[in-house]
């Protein structure tokens, strides 16, 4: 059986992939967007180093992040309507229980053939006249729409660069045929014998917190694979990523705890004076580039491309970045 990895954080940076499986380097990693998906910033680490190494050197031993007990990877959950973007990478036997290895504290699933799409840069699909994301099907009778999704497949078929990846897609293309046909029924549990395309699940959704945040140094190795591919491709994963920033914990129903308001939050510097408590007292995200937490961190490339990256993330989250809060 040929073994497929989508990667949605950072496995989609080359190097990050290399670290866990040399064999990988040159490797092809095709461009997807999965549906029916969504990704969040929802795993945890728990220790102040991180979950690749015992290694004390990458313990976090700065004073100003005492209140620190381990951090937030990204994460996802299979929701109906989602939609993510990542990479495609052929593995063998050896190389999925390396990543299975890395992949500690996650649960390695299947994802449905039907739900995956070569990715397609926005500029290709603006002339073309097709929205930005794909359909999950053929709609049965609709001409216009599957003359476009037709176009579509064709176009990402001759875009993919990996023979193994093309297979998924034309293996994909056609079950969605199959599903979209009037005249046949299609079960979605079945899948092919002789391929399967997995994704690490996190085993529990837990929120970033102030105590477990969303660190800079990780984001940063996401998004330098992200533009590896393409700035679209950047600007798709922080479309199509959730939970940068919260004001506080949840409640058993998954929403927010609002702070009481006290007597003394009266007047016209009310709201500046709650903003600034609820960013000191429960911000979710560390710009951590001076000081990486994360293990596989590119301090270099950080510094380097630091302000480039935070103007794309200014572009889809500036109430979050606004609140990013500096940690030497």
Not at 263 to 288: F, L, R
């Amino acid at each position: 059986m040929k073994h497929f990895i989508f990667g949605y954080g950072s496995l989609i940076c080359p190097q990050s992939r290399a670290i866990t499986a040399p064999s990988l380097e040159d490797a092809i990693a095709e461009p997807v967007v999965i549906r029916n998906i969504e990704r969040t910033w929802s795993a945890r680490v728990t220790g102040t180093g991180n979950k690749y190494s015992n290694d004390p050197s990458v313990a976090v031993a700065a004073k100003d992040r005492d209140h620190i007990h381990g951090w937030t990877p990204m994460g996802v959950r299979f929701r109906s309507g989602a939609k993510c973007n990542g990479v495609l990478i052929c593995v063998d036997e050896e190389e999925l229980m390396r990543f299975d290895v890395r992949e500690a504290g996650y649960d390695r699933q299947r994802i449905d053939l039907a739900d995956i799409h070569r990715h397609l840069d926005s500029d290709t699909l603006i002339n073309e006249s097709m929205s930005l994301w794909p359909t999950s099907s053929v709609e049965v009778g609709d001409e216009e729409t599957s003359a476009r999704s037709s176009l579509r497949e064709k176009l990402a078929l001759e875009e993919a660069k990996c023979s193994e990846c093309r297979l998924v897609f034309e293996k994909a293309c056609a079950k969605r045929r199959k599903s979209g046909s009037a005249s046949s029924e299609c079960d979605s549990s079945q899948e092919c014998d002789d391929m399967a395309v997995w994704v690490y699940v996190q085993s529990h959704n837990l929120p970033a917190e102030r105590s477990f945040p969303i660190t800079q140094s990780y984001v940063d190795i996401i998004m330098r694979g992200c533009l590896s591919i393409s700035q679209d491709f950047a600007r798709r994963f922080l479309e199509t990523t959730h939970g940068w920033w919260h004001d506080g914990p949840l409640d058993r129903k998954g929403r927010e705890i609002s702070t009481p308001q006290t007597m003394e939050d009266t007047g016209a510097d009310c709201d500046i004076k709650m903003e600034q408590n609820s960013i000191k007292k429960h911000h979710t995200w560390i710009n951590d580039r001076l000081n990486p937490m994360y293990v596989r961190a590119d301090n270099e490339f950080s510094l380097q491309n630091g302000e480039a990256i935070d103007e794309l993330i200014k572009e889809h989250h500036p109430h979050a970045l606004q609140r990013r809060v500096i940690s030497m």
